[in-house]
């Protein structure tokens, strides 16, 4: 499985930026696609998912101004990211994971990471 990601940046604060994510190989069919951040200093930590079923989660930090969807292309995910803070500032990176029939977590697979930087 490979993850294309990409659309980081530097943006001004209140700014926009959209993160596309295309996995490519042996995705399942119950999947949970998503992006999670990693700040200098800090954990690594979960920002939205989106599952098969097109179920989503988002971190509290982020409710209300960014929008995971999936796109139009199968196994491609949109993170969109609205009224960006200082605080947003960080590598992310995307994420597949692959599970069974039962829902019990298969594989889990991440792509390189892409950094935004919120900024004056």
């Known amino acids: 499985v490979q993850l294309q990601a990409s659309g980081g940046g530097l943006v001004h604060p209140g700014g926009s930026l959209r993160l596309p994510c295309a996995a490519s190989?042996?995705?399942?069919?119950?999947?949970?696609m998503g992006w999670y951040r990693q700040a200098p200093g800090k954990e690594r930590e979960l920002v939205a998912t989106?599952?098969?079923?097109?179920?989503?989660n988002y971190v509290d930090s982020v409710k209300g101004r960014f929008t995971i969807s999936e796109g139009n292309a199968k196994n491609t995910v949109y993170l969109q990211m609205n009224d960006l803070k200082p605080e947003d500032t960080a590598v992310y990176y995307c994420n597949v994971k692959n599970f069974g029939l039962l829902w019990t977590k298969v594989s889990d697979y991440w792509g390189q990471g892409t950094l935004v930087t919120v900024s004056s």
């Open positions: 190989g042996s995705i399942f069919a119950n999947n949970v």
């Open positions: 989106i599952s098969s079923g097109g179920s989503t």
